[in-house]
């Protein structure tokens, strides 16, 4: 069980603390977190996903400013329900400012790049959107001992794209995220 924290932030600063934790489960990965403000460690929500062996998140519940999300991937379609408000959308999965979401986006690439449709969770009453994304896996190095490897993301409809580096369980590199800390040490 890997456990650590990231420090979340945006163009204003630091927003959030997100404690974790994950490993292998008997459903697949798991990723528990909680989340709170900088500082003053005042609770700001939670997350539970539970990701199957290709990468689709499959459980999710996420807590925020008074609201739950819960929803899954079953086959082709992404569903959720958020108060009494229930939806489906055709797509691969969930994305939103979490360090979970982009490793769950790196455990649905088998090949040399993918279109993602996903459905952003924003942060503070879980609005949802639907976005297209392309994911390219890139390139391994070796940092300090830890085998990183390195995405290219691109937004599709507004050509915005960036990069993230993953190392096991851990986002090492993505924009708006700074990983704090981690125990037990990254593989």
Same mark, same amino acid.
């Given at each position: 069980?890997? $456990? #650590?924290?990231? &420090? ?14 994950? #490993? ?8 528990? $977190? ?10 700001? #929500? ?17 807590? !925020? ?23 489906? !959308?055709? $797509? ?11 490793? !769950?986006?790196?455990?649905? &690439? ?7 449709? &996903? ?45 993230? #580096? +993953? ?9 708006? +995220?700074?990983? &704090? ?7």
């Amino acid at each position: 069980m890997t $456990a #650590g924290a990231y &420090l979340l932030s945006d163009d204003l600063g630091a927003y959030a603390v997100e404690r974790f934790s994950c #490993g292998a489960g008997p459903a697949g990965w798991r990723y528990v $977190a909680t989340r709170e403000q900088p500082g003053t460690g005042a609770p700001l #929500g939670r997350l539970d996903v539970v990701v199957d062996a290709h990468g689709a998140a499959v459980r999710v519940a996420v807590q !925020a400013a008074g609201w739950l999300l819960r929803g899954g991937v079953v086959g082709a379609e992404v569903l959720w329900r958020r108060g009494a408000d229930e939806r489906s !959308a055709v $797509a691969t999965g969930f994305t939103g400012s979490s360090p979970v979401w982009v490793l !769950a986006a790196t455990r649905r &690439l088998t090949g040399p790049a993918a279109a993602l449709r &996903l459905v952003r969770l924003g942060d503070e009453a879980l609005s949802t959107t639907l976005v297209d994304q392309r994911w390219t896996p890139g390139r391994r190095q070796d940092h300090d001992g830890l085998e990183v490897w390195h995405h290219e993301v691109a937004d599709l409809a507004t050509g915005r794209a960036w990069s993230v #580096g +993953t190392a096991g369980d851990l986002v090492v590199h993505a924009p708006g +995220t700074q990983l &704090l800390e981690v125990s037990p040490p990254a593989p």
